[in-house]
């Protein structure tokens, strides 16, 4: 299981840019991400390295953040793997909140980071079905 960090932001120019910024400061790593915006505000979903201490800086900042569980898949680097993760999800009666790509530093193999529900009950459904879990 990975902690994920979710930023609530203002959707304006540059603000990314600041958030990137005191990752940088913090020397924490961004592993993988995904932006969904609105109008006026985004969230911006976030795996680091550090995920208490980003937390603590952006808060501190004046970023609203929250801390979540999710699921890091990892797969094989082939056409079709995606599909067949989602495949056994789908079997297994599991809906898929979000889905997003990170990769494992490691291996250089691609691991979808994936928020459920009962993320507890997913991981022990999708190493039951032979992917590998991080």
Do not use: W
């Amino acid at each position: 299981m990975l902690k994920q960090v979710s930023i609530y932001a203002e959707n304006k120019k540059g603000t990314m840019q600041v958030i990137t910024g005191i990752l940088l400061e913090e020397n924490i790593n961004i592993l993988g991400s995904v932006t969904n915006d609105s109008a006026e505000y985004g969230i911006i979903r976030m795996v680091v390295s550090e995920p208490e201490k980003a937390v603590k800086a952006l808060e501190k900042a004046g970023f609203l953040c929250r801390m979540q569980d999710v699921l890091g898949v990892e797969v094989e680097d082939e056409v079709g793997n995606l599909h067949k993760l989602l495949v056994a999800l789908s079997e297994s009666n599991i809906s898929v909140d979000y889905i997003y790509l990170s990769f494992n530093r490691e291996s250089g193999k691609p691991v979808m980071v994936i928020h459920t529900e009962d993320i507890e009950e997913v991981e022990m459904c999708v190493a039951a079905k032979g992917f590998s879990l991080l």
